[in-house]
C-alpha cells in the first residue's frame, strides 16, 4: 500500500478529528500532498492541499476549521479537523501528486461521520 489513510470515526458536531496519510518514502519525498472528500450522492472535491514546501490550500468549506501538514520525517499528512459539521459527513482520502510527472496516487478512504 502507497499511501495508508486513518483517523476517522463517528464524531459529535463540534468535535474534532486528526487524519493521517502515511506514505511510502519514496512518494512522500517528491509529492505534493492533498486531501479530498466524498459525500454520498456528490462529487470527489478537494478539502485541502500542502506542497513539498510547505504551502498550503484550503477549500472556503473548512477555512479556520482545518489544518493540514505533512512530517518529512515520517513521511506522513496530516489533518486537523475542528469545529465539526454534518455537512463534513464524508470519505476522506489522501492524494499524492508527483512533482515530476503529475502522476497520482490515491489512498483508500478514511470515513468521517458527523452526527450526533
Known amino acids: 500500500v502507497q499511501l495508508q489513510a486513518s483517523g476517522g470515526g463517528l464524531v459529535q458536531p463540534g468535535g474534532s478529528l486528526r487524519l493521517s496519510c502515511a506514505a511510502s518514502?519514496?512518494?512522500?519525498?517528491?509529492?505534493?500532498m492533498a486531501w479530498y472528500r466524498q459525500a454520498p450522492g456528490k462529487q470527489r472535491e478537494l478539502v485541502a492541499a500542502i506542497t513539498i514546501g510547505g504551502t498550503t490550500n484550503y477549500a472556503d468549506s473548512v477555512k479556520g476549521r482545518g489544518t493540514i501538514s505533512r512530517d518529512n520525517a515520517k513521511n506522513t499528512m496530516y489533518l486537523q479537523m475542528n469545529n465539526l459539521k454534518p455537512e463534513d459527513t464524508a470519505v476522506y482520502y489522501c492524494n499524492a501528486r508527483r512533482i515530476t510527472n503529475n502522476y497520482e496516487f490515491w489512498g483508500q478512504g478514511t470515513q468521517v461521520t458527523v452526527s450526533s
Open positions: 518514502r519514496y512518494i512522500f519525498s517528491i509529492s505534493n
